[in-house]
């Protein structure tokens, strides 16, 4: 069968949609085997690698795209995002725009009225509002869909990436409005997003989605886990110390050769979640003995100042010797660090720290995820300077010092 002197695909076995390998046939299944219900008033995050289906299942949910095989039910009227000005008319104002979505979703023109200065304050582009949608910039597009979507009185509401578009402020009301629809207001969302934070803000549940199929469904903070330890493999590279890398002393005897940040199942990241204990792992070889050394851990802001430290001493007078070989130390604590993103640096000093014998600085980026929830969290996380306590398992290679 031939349709418009193309070969019929659904003739066509199609192969798993793994996006790294090279396939057989040219048809692949986006999406196979996908089970799922959403309970009425549930706010579900969608998360996945670039590729994994995750807008192809919003597009067949949004009945933009319909399912080769299988089928959706769908109770209520739904309003999507899913990509830069979704339904809008390039032609129409702004405020046509805002009737013609409304009317789209089966909504009478008194209803959307009501609803109209609302979602024009929302939007943030009054100034533009009677001006063609064509001249908007992206994020002035993105700005007036979201709004339209969110305040128009629909059951469902469906929200792609693209909220990445607008800025800073906007997203935080964006994910502030999305919050208040479900939790509020009973209504269902569904929100894909590669920002973590915003999931585990916004999302008690969320699914994994991999290669078309559904991996793994459960609470957010479970999905995300299970999510980077997939993507746990990527670091094996950067955890490892290069060369050429840059020490602002050099060398003396001893090199850090490297760097491991593990989460709470000892995989090894660069994000953790709010209130999850540090633990870095240093691996080391002594060229020769190193006597009455001083170990020092320091986290700072990219390219800000350093805000907490600590020191392997146990007492004022505790230093420790090396033997030549390999050797590491863990390093764990909880300093409370809000969550943004950050940078470790390491020393190792002698006595008197007049000379380092090895010094990394800027080195393996880190972010933390979730946010503070109360005053006494602000209260304990440090934003000056200052000493925290920790744990330090040391190899047998450590001897403390006389």
């Given at each position: 069968m031939k349709i418009r002197g193309q070969e019929d695909p659904f003739l066509k076995i199609g192969e798993s949609n793994e996006r790294n390998k090279k396939g057989v046939s040219d048809v692949v299944y986006a999406l196979r085997d996908i089970n799922l219900e959403v309970k009425e008033g549930e706010a579900l995050g969608i998360i996945g690698k670039n590729g994994a289906g995750k807008s192809t299942l919003l597009k067949i949910l949004s009945r933009v795209t319909s399912p080769t095989t299988g089928k959706i039910n769908i109770k209520g009227r739904v309003a999507s995002l899913l990509e830069v000005g979704t339904g809008f008319h390039p032609e129409l104002t702004g405020r046509e725009n805002i009737f013609l979505n409304g009317a789209i979703l089966g909504m009478r023109k008194k209803e959307i009225a009501?609803?109209?200065?609302?979602?024009?304050?929302?939007?943030?582009?009054?100034?533009?509002?009677?001006?063609?949608?064509?001249?908007?910039?992206?994020?002035?597009?993105?700005?007036?869909?979201?709004?339209?979507?969110?305040?128009?009185?629909?059951?469902?509401?469906?929200?792609?990436?693209?909220?990445?578009?607008?800025?800073?402020?906007?997203?935080?009301?964006?994910?502030?409005?999305?919050?208040?629809?479900s939790k509020g207001e009973g209504r269902t969302v569904l929100f894909v997003s590669h920002n973590m934070s915003a999931i585990l803000s916004l999302c008690p549940n969320a699914i994994l989605i991999e290669n078309g199929n559904i991996k793994f469904r459960g609470s957010s903070e479970e999905t995300i886990n299970r999510y980077l330890r997939k993507e746990d493999s990527s670091l094996d590279e950067k955890t490892i110390m290069k060369e050429d890398y840059p020490r602002p002393w050099g060398r003396r005897g001893l090199s850090i050769k490297r760097i491991q940040l593990l989460n709470l199942n000892n995989i090894v990241t660069d994000i953790l979640q709010f209130r999850e204990p540090i633990k870095l792992k240093v691996n080391m070889v002594a060229e020769q003995e190193i006597l009455s050394a001083q170990i020092q851990v320091r986290i700072s802001k990219p390219d800000g100042p350093q805000i907490t430290y600590s020191n392997i001493i146990d007492d004022q007078d505790s230093f420790y010797n090396i033997k030549v070989g390999e050797c590491e130390f863990i390093f764990s604590s909880n300093p409370y660090l809000m969550p943004g993103n950050y940078v470790f640096h390491i020393f190792i000093f002698t006595r008197d720290a007049a000379t380092s014998y090895d010094a990394i600085m800027d080195v393996y980026p880190f972010q933390v995820l979730g946010k503070a929830v109360s005053g006494k969290d602000l209260l304990h996380t440090p934003n000056v300077f200052l000493n925290f306590n920790a744990e330090w398992k040391l190899s047998d290679n450590f001897k403390k010092a006389k």
């Open positions: 009501r609803k109209l200065d609302e979602i024009i304050d929302f939007s943030g582009v009054e100034r533009y509002i009677d001006t063609p949608v064509k001249r908007y910039s992206s994020g002035m597009y993105v700005r007036l869909a979201f709004a339209v979507a969110a305040h128009l009185e629909s059951e469902i509401m469906i929200v792609d990436e693209v909220l990445a578009v607008g800025d800073a402020e906007f997203q935080k009301k964006c994910l502030g409005k999305m919050g208040d629809v």
